[in-house]
């Protein structure tokens, strides 16, 4: 069974980090581009990064660069997303999604075809 798990959420202090993972089981994630959304209470969801197949090519929105890095280990079938610096802006549930294509092209304006549940990020102090 196909299956996406995001997990590393938490209550975090603003200018702190967290690091996501994105775990996958039922496919060989190596074969696909994986992309990082998040949603925030109110908000529309909204990309936030993306790692192609290989993770020879990473894409950030603007409102991460700098601060956030996508990396993967495809040995484990895994994803993860490091952010740091993080503001309370970045309160939202974080979901990593499975691309039907190997590159990140145009990542925001694309559809995934497997979505994860979801972690929750809360940053407050």
């Known amino acids: 069974q196909l299956q996406l798990v995001e997990s590393g959420g938490g209550l975090v202090q603003p200018g702190g980090s967290l690091r996501l993972s994105c775990a996958a089981s039922?496919?060989?994630?190596?074969?696909?581009?994986i992309g990082w959304f998040r949603q925030a209470p109110g908000k529309e969801r909204e990309g936030v990064s993306c790692?192609?197949?290989?993770?020879?090519?990473?894409k950030y929105a603007d409102s991460v660069k700098g601060r956030f890095t996508v990396s993967r280990d495809n040995a484990k079938n895994t994803v993860y997303l490091q952010m740091n610096s993080l503001k309370p802006e970045g309160t939202a549930i974080y979901y990593c999604a499975r691309y039907a294509l190997s590159y990140c092209s145009g990542y925001n304006h694309r559809q995934p075809d497997y979505w994860g549940r979801g972690t929750q990020v809360t940053v407050s102090s």
């Open positions: 790692i192609s197949s290989g993770g020879g090519t990473t």
């Open positions: 039922g496919f060989t994630l190596g074969n696909n581009a």
